[in-house]
Each structure stands twice: as structure tokens, then as C-alpha cells.
């Protein structure tokens, strides 16, 4: 087993994180679809970056209309001194999020079905050692929710930046006195990719949808219902 493997398999030995979940708007899958790649809202939109967006915007991509989320909210005080909060969100919108277990991304979608009771979401269901494989050089970990802030901000101990993100390659070297990075793949909270995730049929296990129908034609083998995830 060579270094790479032996970090991948650290990462998804548990049973419970050997998938990845990215969460997205039924809206957005046939774009996905087409091109067989999860982009980076930044290469889909290279426009206003580190601009705040406090509403989701819809932007043409390749012919196709595709949804862009809003940012949340962080508070300046949140953002640790080295950076900026403009800068923060420049980096966030050059990754690719995925949540490395059910119950994260289960989070994500009690918080936007609340938020936005009309709109329609999906959830991809990827085979997490092949896919962190493949994109080895560009896979980041988080040990917290770097685009939200938490309910009681001002109890937070630590500050975002870009240096919160651990490359994939220094997992299980993190300094026993570092508490912003992960150290086991318990503390890991996000798994972001840089840029884009292509190929993704291949590592496609399920795509969880309210409606077989919403889905593109070629993934529909791939259907599930949302009312399952997570049972």
C-alpha cells in the first residue's frame, strides 16, 4: 500500500464515510449531467468574486441555466486576521463541498427545505475512495462548517481562513497542539475539492430526488427516494 492509499484509507475506513453527499438543486443535474462534472460556483460564475451573494442567482453555463447558491452569513469577527472576509468567500467559491456523512448532509437539507420550501433538491450519493483517488492533489479537509457560521458565534474558538482547509496528502500529520485541523477522520466535517469533480457518473452510487422523473435521462437508473436518505 503506497502513501496515497494508506491516507484514503484513513479517511474512509468507517463504515459510516465511505460515501461522499453533495447537495444540489434538482434544477442543476442536468447541467451536472451533461457534462459529468461538479463545478466550482467560481467556474461557473468568475464574476464579483468574494462578493457577498445574499440571494441564490441564476446564471447561464454552457447553453444550460444553472443555480448558484447564496452565501451565508459570517460575522467579520469570525474571520481570523490574516484574511479577510472577501477573501474567505473567493475561497470557498473555488471548491466543490461534499458532507462525508449522512447525518451532515441531512443538516443541509432540513436547513434549505426550511428556507426554501418550493424549491426542489437532490442529493448524489459518490463512492468516496475512488473519487478522493482521482483528485487527490485538489481534496482539502475541514474540521467545521467553513461557509456557516455555528448558532452561538461568539463561543467560537476558532477563526476562519484558507489555512483552516488541511490537504488531503498531510492527513495523520497534524501537530498534536493544531486544533484547526483535523487528526482522525472522525474530526473531519467537509471534504471540499478544488475547481471541479469530473467523471462523476463514474463514481455516482445513488442520487436521492423527490421525483424519478426530475432526473436527466442517463442518471435516472440512479434514482432514490429523498424520503430514504438517511433511514
Known sequence: MNQKEAVIQKVTRSRGRQSLYHFTRIRNLEVMAHFDTLLSSYRIHPHEAGERRIQPIEVEYGGNQIMI??????????????????????????????WPTKRDCLKMLDTYTRREPSEAFAILELEASALLTAHYDAVKLSKYDSGSAPRFPKHCTYRKSPSMFLPLKDFGHVEPLNTIWPKKAS?????????????????LRCIYVQHDESLPAGWRSYAMPLQAFGS
Open 69 to 98: 447558491n447564496a452565501h451565508l452569513r459570517i460575522p467579520e469577527f469570525m474571520v481570523d486576521a490574516s484574511t479577510t472576509l472577501e477573501a474567505f468567500r473567493a475561497t470557498l467559491d473555488r471548491h466543490v463541498f461534499f
Open 187 to 203: 474530526d473531519i466535517k467537509e471534504i471540499l475539492i478544488e475547481e471541479q469533480v469530473t467523471n462523476v457518473s463514474s463514481y
